[in-house]
């Protein structure tokens, strides 16, 4: 028989031992969990990551950290964050809801609390717009129900079909919840096209006018690209309430990149990839990206979009 002494101190051992297995942080350990409420982003971490992972993009830099920031350390937001991202393909619209993705959620685009929709995949028919808008308000409803701080990323907004994106204007607008669920901690994020042309046309004026690329500034294209935007009929925001009710946030221009953000770019892979940088292949993929205007070839028209397929050529070489 065991002595009394025995039993009760093999008791209090199990329970230590399950209350320290059950506490949230060991168990979050190993099973990702939604951040505990008050959890605030790492301002260092999150400038580090947009300081050297994307080039040529000051202002997205400048207005995503200060807004991010603004609403990670605001115990109380009145509505969710909406950000819509806008410029050319190539020039780090993706990169950036990534890195962002990745400082809310560690697992970033695997974690099981961001969300990416793919306009074109996820909202392919025309007809099947009320279908679609239904089924976006159960998913967003039943993801901000198990974790207020989701992050929901919309890809391909130039190709989603309009009236599509308006069914999660409830939950964007100014209320405490809805239907029970509080959606104020939750990130939104759009990703377009839409808008390349407005703001390579007026970086390209910035340039011919001799002014300099750092000197263009937010209040010199956030008006252009949100009338813009509204007005274009190949923008899944084209006559959106979301607009028209000023709920996006931040209309964030990427600039056009110019050949020395390319080469940034080529610098980057190289290192990713556990080579050392050979200035020969960087500036041997440069020249073999294409340029506009043609005659002066300021801005790679694609970005930094192919830079990794480039590469995979001169790794084979």
Not at 31 to 58: I, M, S, W, Y
Not at 92 to 99: A, E, P
Not at 254 to 261: D, G, V, Y
Not at 285 to 298: C, G, H, L, N, S
């Amino acid at each position: 028989a065991l002595e009394p002494l025995s039993v009760g101190l093999a008791i209090g051992v199990a329970s230590a031992l399950t209350g320290y297995l059950s506490h949230p942080r060991f168990y979050c350990s190993y099973v990702e969990c939604c951040p505990r409420a008050g959890q605030r982003l790492n301002a260092t971490a999150l400038k580090a990551q947009l300081d050297n992972r994307l080039f040529g993009q000051h202002l997205a830099k400048d207005v995503v950290l200060k807004a991010v920031l603004g609403f990670s350390n605001n115990p109380s937001p009145k509505k969710p964050l909406m950000l819509s991202l806008h410029g050319w393909a190539g020039t780090g619209k993706n990169f950036l809801s990534q890195i962002l993705a990745e400082q809310v959620h560690p697992a970033g685009l695997r974690s099981k609390f961001v969300h990416l929709f793919l306009a074109t995949l996820h909202f392919p028919h025309h007809d099947q717009v009320k279908l679609y808008k239904e089924q976006l308000q159960n998913w967003i409803r039943g993801n901000v129900s198990a974790c207020p701080s989701s992050v929901f990323i919309f890809d391909e907004m130039d190709k989603m079909h309009p009236g599509v994106i308006d069914a999660i204007k409830p939950f964007l607008d100014y209320y405490e919840e809805v239907d029970g669920v509080s959606y104020r901690k939750a990130i939104f994020i759009f990703l377009s096209n839409a808008g390349g042309d407005l703001i390579n046309k007026a970086a390209l004026d910035f340039w011919t006018s001799g002014k300099r690329r750092e000197d263009i500034q937010l209040k010199d294209l956030e008006p252009l690209l949100s009338v813009g935007v509204f007005n274009n009929k190949n923008s899944g925001l084209w006559h959106s309430s979301i607009i028209d009710r000023n709920l996006i946030d931040y209309f964030v221009p990427f600039l056009p990149l110019e050949e020395k953000h390319v080469k940034m770019c080529v610098r980057a892979e190289m290192i990713a990839r556990g080579y050392a940088v050979d200035e020969k292949i960087v500036q041997e993929v440069a020249d073999e990206m294409t340029y506009f205007p043609k005659d002066q070839r300021i801005y790679s028209d694609k970005g930094c979009k192919t830079v990794q397929a480039k590469l995979d050529i001169h790794e084979d070489l």
